[in-house]
T-cell receptor, first 111, second 115 residues
Framework: EPEVTQTPSHQVTQMGQEVILRCVPI?????FYWYRQILGQKVEFLVS????????KSEIFDDQFSVERPDGSNFTLKIRSTKLEDSAMYFC?????????FGPGTRLLVL | GENVEQHPSTLSVQEGDSAVIKCTYS??????FPWYKQELGKGPQLIID?????GEKKDQRIAVTLNKTAKHFSLHITETQPEDSAVYFC??????????????FGKGTHLIIQP
């Protein structure tokens, strides 16, 4: 069964450093998403992406964040200058028509 | 924007009993309501969803009901088993079919099945 994959599974970085989180969505899906989940809290929507551009973004997704689909298979989330409060689990999701399928997540720890 | 409230935060039931988790939403434009199960260290997995033109949907031991007038929807799990132990999230979105709308999640319910 096709699934969303994410790399790395864990990332530790120093405050102020740039990180890139990578996702490979399900191959025939057209809509892509990033969510985050701070430890013990609910999953929060960051951004959606369709037809090579951002469709919708939340107030969390400020100028420090960017997304890109550099080729036909990868979907990336870049955090330009990480803050302590960026520590969270980041989930990628993709959708063909209605159901969003989530990847296993990348746990980001900012020190 | 949309706000989704979920109750209870923790639910402990005896194996074999039923479990009910309830959610309310604020935006009457929301028309798609999925439920996700999240096991420790994994991403959310869809278990069932319902659209606004349907009042109830069932899939084996799992059912979801939707009351659009009251803006609430519920997850029902019957004959609970140990493997049902997980965190369950309800969610809502405006897009039902097509569209890139993000999901608004509830805070989650930690379901514990007691043997």
């Amino acid at each position: 069964e096709p699934e969303v994959t994410q790399t790395p599974s864990h990332q530790v970085t120093q405050m102020g450093q740039e990180v890139i989180l990578r996702c490979v969505p399900i191959s025939n899906h057209l809509y892509f998403y990033w969510y985050r989940q701070i430890l013990g809290q609910k999953v929060e929507f960051l951004v959606s992406f369709y037809n090579n551009e951002i469709s919708e973004k939340s107030e969390i997704f400020d100028d420090q964040f960017s997304v890109e689909r550099p080729d036909g298979s990868n979907f990336t989330l870049k955090i330009r200058s990480t803050k302590l409060e960026d520590s969270a689990m980041y989930f990628c999701a993709s959708k063909g028509w209605e159901t969003q399928y989530f990847g296993p997540g990348t746990r980001l720890l900012v020190l | 924007g949309e706000n989704v409230e979920q109750h209870p935060s923790t639910l402990s039931v005896q194996e074999g009993d039923s479990a009910v988790i309830k959610c309310t939403y604020s935006d009457s434009a929301s028309n798609y309501f999925p439920w996700y199960k999240q096991e420790l260290g994994k991403g959310p997995q869809l278990i069932i969803d319902i659209r606004s033109n349907v009042g109830e949907k069932k899939d084996q031991r799992i059912a979801v009901t939707l009351n659009k007038t009251a803006k609430h929807f519920s997850l029902h799990i019957t004959e609970t088993q140990p493997e049902d132990s997980a965190v369950y999230f309800c969610a809502a979105s405006i897009g039902s079919g097509g569209g890139a709308d993000g999901l608004t999640f509830g805070k989650g319910t930690h379901l514990i099945i007691q043997p």
